[in-house]
């Protein structure tokens, strides 16, 4: 059983959890509010405005749960790139690998290659027969901010990932099979997640969240989602999208749901977390806990 905790712009969550036979069991989480203008997620600027205040949070929180020692840890996605990168062949060894992709990547990247965080999965060959490979990016130094701020609080970081990653690994039993659609809606941002055969292929991360979904705005926001989908398609070579999942706060997520139903001719469900990680005992929805959740769960 492992710990995971989400870092994000307005809240940590705190959780430990473990699947055994495709049942979830979730143990002692805690959560933290963060004070408006502690964070600000950024893929290369500073993020933490105050490494004291958010080092104390972390270690009231690690104190309220329990919890010691290594996390498994998911951050923002506007911390991250998710790209996918094609190459003829891909060196065998793991570090000459991500050294070879970092160099691949140094037109995509707003700051020096060198300077790059990769983690990096094979996923599989395109129409034109070359090896498919995507990428999760970061800024080192920005990553070296939470790590510092996490081990103030006598917290190790064991595995790191962005939080719509965590969240489809929650999600990963009704995403898997063909590429399927993952449609995060946060309180200030939302992300739209393509996964194909189980793996994050790629994003739209959308500077809107629940706010703007309730509003006008909706409308809008729902056609960059379609525009997304027909992009990608077509540019990458991606096979249909079969379905999508749709995680969100109640009523809003059933409404976004029955609006997009007449725009995208896929089934379209929202997450059920209990359901899909058979907790149907747990009294509450998780879905503010998807992330951590993710998190904890992912294999190392």
Same mark, same amino acid.
């Given at each position: 059983m492992a710990w995971g905790l989400e870092i994000d712009s307005d809240v940590l969550?705190?959780?430990?959890?473990?699947?055994?036979?495709?049942?979830?069991?979730?143990?002692?989480?805690?959560?933290?509010?963060?004070?408006?203008?502690?964070?600000?997620?950024?893929?290369?600027?500073?993020?933490?405005?105050?490494?004291?205040?958010l080092a104390g949070l972390l270690r009231d929180l690690r104190k309220q749960a329990g919890c010691g020692g290594w996390i498994h840890l998911s951050l923002p996605d506007p911390i991250f790139m998710l790209r996918t990168i094609v190459t003829d062949a891909l060196p065998e060894v793991q570090e000459e690998a991500r050294k070879f992709l970092r160099w691949q990547a140094r037109d995509l990247l707003p700051f020096p290659a060198e300077e790059a965080r990769l983690d990096f999965i094979p996923s599989g060959n395109g129409p034109d027969g070359r090896l498919r490979v995507t990428c999760l990016m970061a800024r080192d130094r920005v990553l070296a901010e939470y790590e510092k701020a996490l081990a103030d609080a006598d917290l190790a970081v064991a595995v790191l990932d962005a939080r719509s990653v965590s969240l489809a690994q929650a999600a990963s039993g009704g995403l898997d099979g063909g590429t399927a659609g993952l449609l995060g809606i946060g309180e200030t941002r939302s992300t739209f997640l393509l996964v194909q055969d189980g793996h994050p292929q790629y994003w739209?991360?959308?500077?809107?969240?629940?706010?703007?979904?309730?509003?006008?705005?909706?409308?809008?926001?729902?056609?960059?989602?379609?525009?997304?989908?027909?992009?990608?398609?077509? #540019? =990458?070579?991606?096979?249909?999208?079969?379905?999508?999942? *749709?995680?969100? /706060?109640?009523? !809003? #997520? =059933?409404?976004?749901?029955?609006?997009?139903?007449?725009? *995208?001719?896929? /089934?379209?469900? !929202?997450?059920?977390?209990?359901?899909?990680?058979?907790?149907?005992?747990?009294?509450?929805?998780?879905?503010?806990?998807?992330?951590?959740?993710?998190?904890?769960?992912?294999?190392?």
């Open positions: 969550r705190l959780c430990r959890a473990e699947v055994r036979r495709g049942r979830l069991s979730l143990r002692r989480r805690a959560e933290v509010n963060l004070p408006a203008g502690l964070l600000h997620p950024s893929l290369k600027e500073g993020n933490v405005s105050d490494p004291a205040a739209r991360i959308l500077s809107d969240g629940g706010r703007a979904w309730a509003g006008d705005d909706r409308t809008r926001l729902i056609r960059e989602i379609v525009d997304t989908v027909s992009f990608y398609r077509g #540019a =990458e070579g991606l096979q249909p999208m079969g379905k999508l999942v *749709l995680a969100g /706060p109640s009523p !809003l #997520a =059933e409404e976004v749901a029955s609006t997009l139903r007449d725009w *995208l001719e896929v /089934p379209i469900s !929202l997450l059920d977390l209990r359901t899909t990680l058979r907790a149907g005992g747990h009294p509450d929805d998780l879905v503010h806990w998807g992330a951590a959740i993710g998190a904890a769960i992912r294999p190392c």
